[in-house]
């Protein structure tokens, strides 16, 4: 998922206003990776929201890179603020934005389908309440895994995977101190179908729903979308372009 960027170009940003929906929004903590599809071929607005923490007192770093690996925007956030600006240049059909917070958080959006990766060392490395969360998982799929990690005292969750059906095919439900790992088969008469991640409060340990870390993993492109529709509608297009990728380094 993660591509090889040169980071060249410096934009800055102005002050913005965030379009996401009712409800929590994403807040991740550490790098994270947000995927744009853009079948329009419009120019993208995204906004963002630099969250601080404790004593960390890193700004937030924003790049945007095309479909071709060539940066479009390179930006530093003061810690605690938030801004909104277009992706510069002619529109591409995708784009990745990678989001550098160290130790603070991001809240990220924009006014064209997204989703964020939910892989690498970080994972979904989520703070507080979590929307709920979906997957496209194509016919090739089998199974996926989910790995959970939060290590902070006193911090919990239970994890729910959602069938498209909406029946439950997996709870993961502790401290998660250690991490750990469930795999969840997929009938052949699910794939090529959205599935959906839920977050809550643990029930089987005292915790709150805090820092914690989910990661997932398969033969399938790891991203999550906040919208089943995005999820239904681009996720071939982008499993496609990730399997190209994992056929290639076989």
Not at 104 to 130: K, M, Y
Request: with cysteine; aromatic share 8%.
């Amino acid at each position: 998922m993660r591509a090889a960027i040169a980071l060249t170009v410096t934009a800055v940003l102005a002050a913005a206003t965030a379009f996401a929906a009712d409800g929590p929004s994403l807040v991740v903590r550490h790098e994270h990776y947000f995927l744009i599809v853009n079948d329009d071929l419009t120019t993208p607005t995204i906004s963002v929201e630099s969250r601080g923490y404790y004593t960390y007192g890193q700004a937030l770093e924003i790049m945007a890179s095309d479909d071709q690996a060539t940066t479009r925007l390179r930006a530093f956030i003061p810690l605690r603020d938030s801004r909104t600006a277009e992706i510069p240049g002619e529109p591409a059909p995708i784009y990745l934005v990678t989001a550098r917070p160290g130790y603070n958080g991001v809240i990220f959006d924009c006014d064209h389908p997204w989703g964020v990766a939910a892989t690498g060392r970080w994972g979904l490395g989520s703070n507080g309440r979590v929307p709920q969360m979906y997957i496209y998982i194509p016919l090739e799929c089998e199974e996926m895994t989910i790995s959970a990690l939060a290590t902070s005292p006193k911090e919990a969750g239970r994890i729910t995977v959602l069938q498209p059906d909406g029946n439950e095919a997996l709870v993961m439900d502790g401290e998660f101190d250690k991490a750990e790992e469930q795999a969840v088969a997929i009938p052949a008469a699910m794939r090529g179908q959205v599935w959906s991640i839920t977050w809550a409060k643990p029930q089987s340990v005292p915790g709150s729903l805090d820092d914690i870390n989910v990661t997932v993993s398969g033969y399938l492109a790891p991203l999550l979308w906040t919208n089943p529709e995005w999820a239904q509608t681009h996720g071939p297009t982008v499993w496609e372009r990730h399997k190209a990728v994992l056929d290639a380094q076989q």
